[in-house]
């Protein structure tokens, strides 16, 4: 949907190991969105970007950073992974503000052990 | 606390038949409000947009209906299939530039032939 690719699409590592999570979009959408999704919880906003190099935090943001370096690219990193970063994690994409419906990725699903 | 709630977790119904899913929020001062399906191991797939200025959204056998005063949206299927069977989520933005979504929890939809 929206041309939108998340990878890798599955990864298993061990506590206190960096991870980099990509989502690429070729929409040209101006907004993309980090979301994790855990059960009992629904999906959570970890980050956001507005912009190139422009990006802010959601309502889970500790232990993540994110950086958007060009418009189709934005990376969500787990700087030490910690086991209750185990989820799976959303990229979405919006056009624009307001009106504009989100669309989202097939999901990265990690395991931290 | 902006919260969204899904009720019921879980629903069963056979081929054909009518069925209605609910979605409640606690402010009701919302900007729009997005049904979504979500199928194992997928992403989201955006079904409905519906404004906070409109009373319901249409598309094929699908109706969502919304009521900002009483804090309650419907998505009406029609006529289900077993291509129904899915997990319905609904998701409200609130105001603001950020375009940033709220979960439900959902609702898992089994559709038996």
Redesign the interface.
Known sequence: ?AG?TQSPRHKVTETGTPVTLRCHQTENHR?M?WYRQDP??????IH?S?GVKDT?K?EVSDGYSVSRSKTEDFLLTLESATSSQTSVY?C?T?Y????????????TRLSIL | KQE?TQIPAALSVPEGENLVLNCSFTDSAI??L?W?RQDP??????LL?I?SSQREQTSGRLNASLDKSSGRSTLYIAASQPGDSATY?C?VRYGG?????I????TLLAVQP
Request: no cysteine; net charge neutral; proline share 2%.
């Open positions: 949907d939108i907004y969105y009992g919880h629904g999906l959570r906003l956001y507005y802010d959601g959303f979405a919006a624009g503000q307001g009106n504009q419906p989100q669309h989202f990725g097939d999901g | 969204v900007y729009n997005q979504f191991g997928k992403g989201l797939t955006s947009l404004q989520l998701a530039a950020t375009n940033k979504l979960f439900g929890t959902g």
